[in-house]
């Protein structure tokens, strides 16, 4: 969404960084990451477009052992062309690095790997065929757009997953545009898509989507249908009051004064994070079959 937002300074929940991270995605972010952690698929992580740090900073309690999490943003840098500099001055005019790390190691005991300026350096950074999950929430002009998607795919590994934001936004046709024709002559499958985002690979999205509709009929806060289109089978969730997942507060929570951040119901704020990252490695240790029921168990 193209406006600027107020923070609270410092960081105590996730919620004080600003940005546009409906619970729905992230739900569906938790969902996929844990799939493919579940299931044994290791790969990098890579977020283009960062804003101030809220969706990345979700992401990054995904990141295990051995992958690298690479974050891209212009931040105060010049933008490639007349079009994306008025573009990010007009809706970014607030965002800086300084700010985005400010955020992230409010959460998180070290940053990912951070590349300042357009989102075609990515391709030179990343390896091809390394990621399991790239999230693009960059420009949305049309030809970068295009342009990040095609990265995507030579990034991706063959079932990882791609989210677009902002694929039906009014004020984003370019980015409806590229989305589609990436799904009508590129190769793109849809998995799913959400009020905010589309979910797809370039691998077979028939397994993924069986499990995502078992998750979705079991819960009571989230409304399912489904659609076909142009030879797909398109997922559509939507919330019901749903609440966000359970997300540990930041190194500020315990400040004097401060409103008091929620606790979550499987653990005390103290030491959550430090917790969830052994849990996630003793996790990984067990055999494939016992892993998804132990996570359900510990949340």
Partial sequence: ?????????????????????????????????????????????????????????????????????????????????????????????????HLFEENYLAFHDELPRVLQGPSSLVRGEVEPG????????????????????????????????????????????????????????RGLR???????????????????????IEMARGRSDCHLSMQEAAGHRIIRLKSKGMRGPEFPGSRYADVPGAPPVPEPASAAVTGVRRRSRVRRVAVDLLPPVLTRALRKAMR
């Fill in 190 to 212: 849809p998995v799913c898509i959400s009020t905010q985002k589309l979910y797809g690979t370039w691998g077979d999205p028939r397994p993924v989507q069986e499990e995502l």
């Fill in 1 to 97: 969404m193209a406006t600027t937002q107020e923070t609270t300074r410092p960081p105590r929940r996730l919620d004080d960084v600003p940005g546009w991270f409906p619970v729905l995605d992230q739900m569906l972010f938790d969902w996929f990451l844990d799939r493919q952690e579940d299931s044994g698929v290791g790969g990098d992580l890579l977020e283009v477009g960062v804003y101030m740090g809220k969706s990345a900073i979700f992401t990054g309690q995904h990141r295990r052992p051995g992958e690298t999490y690479t974050v891209c943003d212009l931040f105060e840098g010049d933008a490639p062309d007349a079009a994306n500099r008025a573009e990010s001055t007009k809706s970014y005019a607030k965002l800086t690095r």
């Fill in 130 to 185: 390394s990621c399991r999950f790239v999230h693009i929430d960059a420009s949305h002009l049309y030809e970068h757009v295009h342009d990040d998607i095609g990265t995507a795919r030579d990034l991706l590994l063959p079932d990882g997953i791609v989210v677009l934001d902002d694929f039906r936004s009014e004020h984003t046709p370019g980015v409806s545009i590229a989305a589609w024709e990436a799904v009508l002559n």
